[in-house]
Nanobody
Framework: QVQLVESGGRLVQAGGSLRLSCAAS????MGWFRQAPGNERKFVAA????????EYADSVKGRFTISRDNAGNTVFLQMNSLKPEDTAVYYC?????????????????WGQGTQVTVSS
């Protein structure tokens, strides 16, 4: 069975940095999504199977970086210059195949979520 284990979420101050990680049982194209209280789950970033192609939401472009450990099955989300509006539960997701997608319906497996809170 596919398992996704997330870690790294915590309270940080605005302008700070944080790195989230997602360890998968197998190598997949992976994405990060987030859901703030009262809002829908939104796309953040994604990376393809090989790690050479990435996609970012406009709201995080230039601040967040998605990467993967090609020696294993772990994907990272490096978050810099954090803003209070980045506060959300962050979810790691995986999909069958090789390509990168931005829509949550394209993903087959989901992690439990990790809370990121950015104080002002």
């Amino acid at each position: 069975q596919v398992q996704l284990v997330e870690s790294g979420g915590r309270l940080v101050q605005a302008g700070g940095s944080l790195r989230l990680s997602c360890a998968a049982s197998e190598r997949y194209p992976m994405g990060w999504f987030r859901q703030a209280p009262g809002n829908e789950r939104k796309f953040v970033a994604a990376i393809n199977w090989g790690g050479g192609r990435t996609e970012y939401a406009d709201s995080v472009k230039g601040r967040f970086t998605i990467s993967r450990d090609n020696a294993g099955n772990t994907v990272f989300l490096q978050m810099n210059s954090l803003k209070p509006e980045d506060t959300a539960v962050y979810y790691c997701a995986a999909r069958e195949g090789l390509a990168v997608f931005r829509g949550s319906p394209m993903y087959d497996y989901w992690g439990q979520g990790t809370q990121v809170t950015v104080s002002s």
